[in-house]
């Protein structure tokens, strides 16, 4: 099971998040997280602001 745990400022430069449980020596790439972070904008119930935010590991 995996638990992510976030933090820092709403709508600020950056967020931190914390991803536990994940397997020792998974290979992960920034593109592979920005991917799923580019589908937060076409999902339900998106306003204004989604469409202009920009997220990127």
């Known amino acids: 099971m995996l638990r ?3 933090s820092g ?3 600020g430069p ?3 998040a914390v991803i536990d449980g ?3 020596g998974l290979s992960l790439l ?3 997280i920005n991917r ?3 589908r937060r904008q076409i ?3 998106r306003g204004k602001r989604m469409e202009i ?3 990127e590991a």
């Open 36 to 38: 799923d972070l580019a």
């Open 22 to 24: 994940m397997p020792a």
């Open 43 to 45: 999902g339900y119930g």
């Open 4 to 6: 992510f745990l976030t």
């Open 30 to 32: 920034p593109s592979d």
């Open 14 to 16: 950056c967020l931190t």
């Open 53 to 55: 935010e920009q997220d």
């Open 9 to 11: 400022e709403s709508h």
